[in-house]
């Protein structure tokens, strides 16, 4: 077994307390990761990185929310006759 070099000392006993609250720190870092970041992924265009600026919608999620839009005004003006 290797020997520790001397600046380095063994690792003390832990606490539960702080394992959670270093579980805790390492779950606010994944900021990338979640359902919601998964949506705006699949329904905005890609990240910049370099500029703080809104995304806008991909140009499938427009046609798709208009075809709808449109849809739903036929069968309500349909039905109101």
Do not use: C
């Not at 370099?50 to 349909?78: D, G, H, M, Q, T």
Request: glycine share 4%; proline share 9%; aromatic share 6%.
């Amino acid at each position: 077994m290797p020997e520790q070099p001397e600046n380095e000392t063994a690792p003390g006993p832990v606490t539960v307390a702080q394992v959670h609250a270093e579980f805790e720190k390492l779950l606010k870092d994944r900021t990338h990761m979640g359902v919601r970041n998964l949506v705006g992924d699949v329904v905005l265009e890609p990240r910049n990185p370099f500029e703080r600026e809104r995304r806008s919608p991909k140009k499938w999620v427009v046609v798709a929310v208009v075809l709808l839009f449109l849809a739903l005004l036929i069968v309500y003006s349909l039905h109101t006759r």
